[in-house]
């Protein structure tokens, strides 16, 4: 094109010097003029195309997005040294200028900080925190300690660590503990804003202490929270101060005398081997026993509420039948707190043990069998009365008391994994 034209020039001034007397000089200075009008207008159509098909590349807008920011800066230390000329050239007195020049500064340098984020937001990142982490953000401010500690970012993981073992009795021992905390620290100080800063000073502590036990399991000595949060419950649990009711299964490390039974203990939580503490009433004359090294699988929360030296009342009774599997309580004497022992619904002698002629359900005596003994044993069988059973038995063979009727397959399965490896005599 910008040969085309320089030609058609160089024709047009052929024809006009023929014609007239114009001087080539001055034709070649405006051909030039010409030439560069054409080259930039062709140079803005070719750039405007390109930018209206392709946009930006990449590096580009990182490096428009440096320089925004890099005067951004410039304009902030432009605004500081302003304000510090300002303050020293002007008769302002000490402690205004160096309010305004706080001002100021704060003005220019403000940013986003995490509670200016969305509730919704800000809920979805704590909970992806570990209970180390909300711990520890529980002691950055006050808005931040009471959404850390909202019962809805703990119970999941209380029901996780913690909801096969702990259940209501443990809840009741908790509130007894929390009512009890609270009566002594109170009664130890005078005046009720002597009281209100102490507990005040207790839960910073022991927030404080939480975030770095639950990071470090050799930080036992962990005091209790004094409030009835689920943080603050799963806080005492973790550091193993606080004792719960449990059950424990073939306890004093599987003794052979109490092979697949379950007796309450209270237990505590040692983190440095991952296990418990158990702790046993004392049997009689005997005094309390203390088994360490309890592992998770042989602890489980009490099935009924009902104390280790009280009679359960059977309601089920009437609908044993043979097979059945069940959970009796048994004690050697009076002064024995009961366990928790294993066993199965067998038939009567006389029944050929055909299920469509077997008439054992009808009977007032229920059949008890406990296989995990050799046969011949005295412990192997023992009988009850359906309709008026309380405690029956007598000092040489012990006591048997209520009844649970086992429905769940998980008890039944965990019973059989404590199984011993040979039978008992």
Not at 45 to 65: A, G
Not at 104 to 113: P, R, W
Not at 317 to 330: A, C, D, S
Not at 345 to 374: R, W
Request: proline share 4%; aromatic share 12%.
């Amino acid at each position: 094109m910008i040969t085309t034209s320089c030609g058609f020039l160089s024709q047009l001034y052929v024809s006009i010097n023929a014609s007239s007397e114009i001087p080539f000089a001055t034709f070649q200075s405006a051909t030039h003029h010409m030439l560069l009008f054409l080259i930039s207008c062709l140079s803005f159509i070719f750039l405007s195309k390109l930018l209206s098909l392709k946009p930006l590349h990449t590096w580009t807008i990182e490096k428009m997005s440096l320089c925004t920011s890099s005067m951004s800066m410039m304009k902030k230390k432009t605004k500081f040294t302003e304000v510090c000329l300002l303050g020293s050239s002007t008769n302002m007195p000490k402690k205004e200028r160096r309010k305004r020049f706080e001002v100021e500064v704060e003005e220019e340098t403000e940013e986003m900080c995490l509670l200016d984020l969305p509730d919704l937001v800000l809920e979805s990142i704590l909970e992806k925190l570990p209970p180390s982490g909300l711990c520890r953000m529980a002691g950055v401010c006050r808005s931040l300690r009471d959404r850390c500690r909202s019962n809805y970012l703990w119970e999941r993981y209380m029901k996780e660590k913690w909801g096969s073992v702990i259940g209501d009795a443990a809840y009741r021992e908790w509130q007894w503990h929390i009512a009890s905390s609270s009566t002594t620290s109170s009664s130890s100080f005078k005046g009720k804003k002597k009281a209100r800063f102490a507990r005040s000073l207790s839960r910073i502590l022991c927030f404080a202490r939480a975030g770095l036990m639950l990071d470090n399991d050799r930080r036992k000595n962990l005091c209790s929270l004094s409030d009835n949060s689920i943080m603050s419950w799963y806080a005492a649990l973790e550091s193993g101060n606080f004792w719960f009711p449990a059950q424990v299964y073939n306890r004093e490390n599987g003794h052979v005398g109490f092979m697949l039974s379950c007796y309450d203990a209270d237990v505590s939580y040692d983190s440095q081997t991952d296990s418990f503490h158990a702790r046993y009433p004392p049997h009689g004359r005997r005094p309390a026993v203390i088994e360490e090294g309890v592992q998770w699988d042989r602890l489980r929360k009490p099935p009924v509420d009902t104390f280790a030296h009280y009679l359960h009342i059977s309601n089920c009774l009437n609908e044993l039948r043979p097979g059945n599997h069940i959970e009796i309580q048994w004690r050697r004497n009076k002064e024995f707190p009961y366990g928790w022992w294993y066993g199965v619904i067998g038939h009567l002698e006389m029944c050929d043990k055909i299920d469509y002629h077997c008439q054992c359900h009808n009977s007032d005596t229920v059949v008890l069998e406990f296989n995990q003994y050799t046969p011949g044993s005295r412990w192997t069988r023992a009988t009850i009365n359906r309709k008026n059973h309380r405690e029956e038995g007598n000092e040489m063979e012990g006591f048997y008391g209520g009844i649970r009727k086992l429905d769940s397959n998980q008890e039944i399965t965990t019973w059989k994994r404590l199984w011993p490896a040979e039978a008992l005599a």
